[in-house]
């Protein structure tokens, strides 16, 4: 549900997807005002994780693990917080 989401916001930039053995990780580009993110989606077998990137840094600036329908909630509110929506 949440590639989905994405994939109809125009901010969202599919840069790309890594296939790995027990799941995917999908790259999204995040263009904000001036500055520029990078929000990572990875699906397991069991869980899904959304990882928010900073260009500059290698580790990711916050990590979520979406467990319920209450969290993605959350994190679409997130996400459209981060271009002014």
Known sequence: ???RELEKEPVYELVEVLRFERGRRYVY??????RE?????VTLREAVYVEFWHPGYAV??????VASG?????ILILLR???GR
């Open 70 to 74: 209450e969290e993605l909630s959350r």
């Open 29 to 34: 580009r995040l263009s904000a005002g001036d």
């Open 37 to 41: 993110y990078f929000v990572h989606v």
């Open 1 to 3: 549900m949440l590639i």
């Open 81 to 83: 917080s981060l271009v």
């Open 60 to 65: 990711p600036l916050l990590v979520f693990r």
